[in-house]
């Protein structure tokens, strides 16, 4: 199954652009990457999806290089209410397997 | 709120005990996902049901069962529960059975086995 490595946590202050990266060395060719969003005691929320090169909705980026063993989630200009914790998941086409990443610990400081 | 609903809100009970979560999925959705969350193993897989029959299973382990109802809404049942079951159970719901569809998470049920 593929596994999928995430930074524990970061910091950033508010305004700046925040970079999170997942690394997936074993996604396959079908697979999408998606990333979610959880506040404390409350289940994750979608924020974006994709397969390949870029993505980007009104609340983030999505960045994959060719080789997809990586994907950046980039979350522009911080607040102090993105503070919360960040998923990737690869779901694994024709298994069906969902794999969260072990998630990053976003604290956005004012 | 993602319009997914979860009961109970909290459970506590006892090593050895059976419980039931209960899960009813966003109007319309008919796939239904659950995931166990705990602090050392974060969010883990367990099962997807889609229009009544069983999609996808993850690391759902024996003493776990679902079902989806004829109505859509599921239920995992938890039995001969032990100390390590103590964590949230997510349930989330999409339209489709597909792998890329988005997935609506629940607030999410707290088990603690005491």
């Known amino acids: 199954l593929a596994k999928t490595t995430q930074p524990i946590s970061m910091d950033s202050y508010e305004g700046q652009e925040v970079n999170i990266t997942c690394s997936h060395n074993n996604i396959a060719t079908n697979d999408y990457i998606t990333w979610y969003q959880q506040f404390p005691s409350q289940g994750p929320r979608f924020i974006i999806q994709g397969y390949k090169t870029k993505v980007t909705n009104e609340v983030a980026s999505l960045f994959i290089p060719a080789d997809r063993k990586s994907s950046t989630l980039s979350l522009p200009r911080v607040s102090l209410s993105d503070t919360a914790v960040y998923y990737c998941l690869v779901d694994r086409s024709g298994t069906y397997k969902y794999i969260f990443g072990t998630g990053t610990r976003l604290k956005v400081l004012a | 709120d993602s319009g997914v609903t979860q009961t109970p809100k909290h459970l506590i009970t006892a090593t050895g005990q059976r419980v039931t979560l209960r899960c009813s999925p966003r109007?319309?959705?008919?796939?239904v996902y659950w995931y166990q969350q705990s602090l050392d193993q974060g969010l883990q897989f367990l099962i997807q049901?889609?229009?009544?029959?069983?999609?996808a299973k993850g690391n759902i382990l024996e003493r776990f069962s679902a079902q989806q109802f004829p109505d859509l809404h599921s239920e995992l049942n938890l039995s001969s529960l032990e100390l390590g079951d103590s964590a949230l159970y997510f349930c989330?719901?999409?339209?489709?059975?597909?792998?890329?569809?988005?997935?609506?998470f629940g607030p999410g049920t707290r088990l603690t086995v005491l």
């Open positions: 049901y889609y229009n009544g029959e069983e999609r």
């Open positions: 109007s319309g959705d008919l796939s």
């Open positions: 989330a719901s999409s339209v489709g059975g597909e792998n890329t569809d988005t997935q609506y």
